[in-house]
């Protein structure tokens, strides 16, 4: 498969499962933090499909959330089956990351600099 076909793939996957992580309602998920897909990673064959989430509250709750995630990922999986018309779709593998929390410190580091 072309790379830009392959970008195109992976940018929809993202856009898609936004929209799908809203409808969940598993509490884990929507919970006391607002979570956000950092970076989707589909492999070549479109087997696998990693997803990094990150909280605004902290790791903790971005891992609840991915356990949250991985007991919905069925019903997440079936969703993305239906909205983007793909042969094969890909397991969703996913992980939590602090990315969000980490760009927030630094933000916060380079604010108290110009003081």
Known sequence: MP???????????????????????DPRVQGNGMIS??????TNDLSYCT???SSMTG????QNAVKGLKSAAGFIRRELGHQLKLRHVPELIFKATD?????????????????
């Open 3 to 25: 790379s830009h076909r392959m970008g195109r793939t992976t940018e929809d996957i993202r856009r898609e499962l936004t929209a799908i992580l809203r409808e969940v309602k």
């Open 37 to 42: 897909i950092v970076r989707v990673e589909v």
């Open 51 to 53: 997803v990094y989430i």
């Open 59 to 62: 790791m903790e709750h971005a």
């Open 99 to 115: 990315s969000i929390e980490y760009s927030a410190n630094i933000s916060k580091i380079l604010n108290d600099l110009k003081e």
